[in-house]
T-cell receptor, first 111, second 115 residues
Framework: GNSVTQMEGPVTLSEEAFLTINCTYT??????LFWYVQYPGEGLQLLLK?????DKGSNKGFEATYRKETTSFHLEKGSVQVSDSAVYFC??????????FGPGTRLSVLP | NAGVMQNPRHLVRRRGQEARLRCSPV?????VYWYRQLPEEGLKFMVY????????ESGMPKERFSAEFPKEGPSILRIQQVVRGDSAAYFC?????????????FGSGTQLSVL
């Protein structure tokens, strides 16, 4: 079955540091890939997505590129802010299938 | 446009009582998903419904748990005879379709506490 693996957290960074959160997946066919973010006390929000190989999703300074050859969708940001502190979930969805979420990675950004 | 509305936001029940969690999807969305999140853990899929039909309930315990999404009104997740282990955040999400590009819209969740 489909699955998503993420790097374990928590990740603690200083403000303006570079962020990478690794995500790899196992899936049949050509799924769409997503990053969701959950701020404290809230539900998940879509951060970015990519629907085919080599697509790059981007939003709010975050980027992730759909790499079919390495089955990866790593999340990056060049300069994190305290307000980026949240839990980040990598997810995939194949045609006619349910979403599959990774376990989440907690990010804490210190001033 | 209103997003996914869940209520109550917080629900406290004693062991053995029933818990009813409500979810109104985004207007026009006919696909609803329920997830459970335990502290410091990821989302666990419970059930997927499409108006009046349960499509996939593979993540929902066979006993005490049930879900519905009637033609009119919100989706309901019902937990009978709650136990302490049911304490968790329950999130509802909706989507307009099941195609692979359709994103999910999440509610703010219901925090269930079982005393």
């Amino acid at each position: 079955g489909n699955s998503v693996t993420q790097m374990e957290g928590p990740v603690t960074l200083s403000e303006e540091a570079f962020l990478t959160i690794n995500c790899t997946y196992t899936a049949t066919g050509y799924p769409s890939l997503f990053w969701y973010v959950q701020y404290p006390g809230e539900g998940l929000q879509l951060l970015l997505k990519a629907t085919k190989a080599d697509d790059k999703g981007s939003n709010k300074g975050f980027e992730a590129t759909y790499r079919k050859e390495t089955t990866s969708f790593h999340l990056e940001k060049g300069s994190v802010q305290v307000s980026d502190s949240a839990v980040y979930f990598c997810a995939l969805r194949g045609y006619g299938q349910n979403f599959v979420f990774g376990p989440g990675t907690r990010l804490s950004v210190l001033p | 446009n209103a997003g996914v509305m869940q209520n109550p936001r917080h629900l406290v029940r004693r062991r053995g009582q029933e818990a009813r969690l409500r979810c109104s999807p985004v207007k026009g969305h006919s696909h609803v998903y329920w997830y459970r999140q335990l502290p410091e853990e990821g989302l666990k899929f419970m059930v997927y419904l499409q108006k009046e039909n349960i499509i996939d309930e593979s993540g929902m315990p066979k006993e005490r748990f049930s879900a519905e999404f009637p033609k009119e009104g919100p989706s309901i997740l019902r937990i009978q005879q709650v136990v302490r282990g049911d304490s968790a955040a329950y999130f509802c999400a909706s989507s307009p379709s099941r195609d692979r590009e359709g994103k999910l819209f999440f509610g703010s969740g219901t925090q269930l506490s079982v005393l």
